[in-house]
């Protein structure tokens, strides 16, 4: 697990559709940070930019607020010889996901400037989820 280990922050996350379209369901401009830490805890966090718009700064707006956003915690395995990462949920704002385990795929990449890249894809209900994310 300790490859997997340090901070990530969002590049970009995408669905590929059965029809092959491509979709950004958090919007293009999404953020979001991932944590793995040595001791097999993770903690991820993602937010729709677009939509924190003026009328959405207090607290007041709550459900606006939330709306885009997903951010869970727990623990995770990992399967060396199938290269996926499994996170066994403790808390989440989805709270029927709570006890859940959700699987993904891992690749890692170095890119040019140096930098880690990790990309992380579930499959759900014909849809293949595509995370991209960077060291930090």
Same mark, same amino acid.
């Not at 966090?45 to 707006?61: G, K």
């Given at each position: 697990m300790r490859f997997l280990s340090g901070v990530y922050r969002l590049i970009w996350q995408r669905v590929l559709n059965a029809d092959g379209r491509i979709t950004y369901p958090r919007g293009d401009d999404a953020i979001g940070q991932l944590i793995y830490t040595v001791q #097999?805890?993770?903690?991820?966090? @993602? @937010? =729709? @930019?677009?939509?924190?718009?003026?009328?959405? =700064?207090? @607290?007041?707006?709550?459900?606006g607020a939330l =709306? #885009?956003?997903l951010a869970y915690s727990g623990t995770y395995t990992t399967n060396d010889h199938e290269q996926t990462v499994t996170h066994h949920l403790q808390t989440c704002t989805y709270p029927d996901w709570v006890g859940q385990d959700l699987v993904r795929q891992y690749a890692f990449e170095q890119v040019h400037d140096g930098n880690t890249r990790l990309t992380l894809t579930a499959h759900y209900k014909g849809e293949k989820r595509v995370l991209l994310w960077e060291a930090i």
């Open positions: #097999g805890t993770m903690s991820v966090h @993602l @937010l =729709r @930019l677009s939509d924190y718009t003026s009328e959405l =700064r207090d @607290l007041e707006s709550e459900v =709306r #885009g956003t």
